[in-house]
C-alpha cells in the first residue's frame, strides 16, 4: 500500500518561513519523480516544484525564488523549504509521487496539509 504523508503545514504571518515534508512508503523512493503541488480554494491545484530522479529541480515561474525542494532517498522524504512567505500562498500542499514510462504512469497523493498565511 503507497501511502505519502505530508506534514510542516500551519498559520505563518506574512514573511515567515515554513518548511513541509512528504514521507512516502510503499513505494520505490528513488525510482519517483516527487512534486508539491497547491490547491486555493476556487482555484486549480498548481504545480510548485518538482525534483527528479536524477535531481534534476524545476519550479513555478510565480514563486520568485522563494521555495527551495530537496529530496533524502534514504528517508523516504521530500521536502519543501517555503520562505519569505506571502497571502497568496495560502493553499493546500500536495505531494506527488510520479513514475512514467513507455507503458506505466504511476501516480500518487498525499492527502494535503494546509499552510495559511495570515498577520
Known amino acids: 500500500q503507497v501511502q505519502l504523508v505530508e506534514s510542516g503545514g500551519g498559520l505563518v504571518q506574512p514573511g515567515g518561513s515554513l518548511r513541509l515534508s512528504c514521507t512516502a512508503s510503499g513505494i520505490t523512493f528513488s525510482a519517483y519523480a516527487m512534486g508539491w503541488y497547491r490547491q486555493a480554494p476556487g482555484r486549480q491545484r498548481e504545480l510548485v516544484a518538482i525534483i527528479r530522479r536524477d535531481g534534476t529541480i524545476a519550479y513555478a515561474d510565480s514563486l520568485e525564488g522563494r521555495f527551495t525542494i530537496s529530496r533524502d532517498n534514504p528517508k523516504n522524504t521530500v521536502y519543501l523549504q517555503m520562505n519569505s512567505l506571502k497571502p497568496a500562498d495560502t493553499a493546500v500542499y500536495y505531494c506527488?509521487?510520479?513514475?512514467?514510462?513507455?507503458?506505466?504512469?504511476?501516480?500518487?497523493w498525499g492527502q494535503g496539509t494546509q499552510v495559511t498565511v495570515s498577520s
Open positions: 506527488n509521487a510520479n513514475s512514467r514510462t513507455w507503458a506505466t504512469n504511476l501516480d500518487f
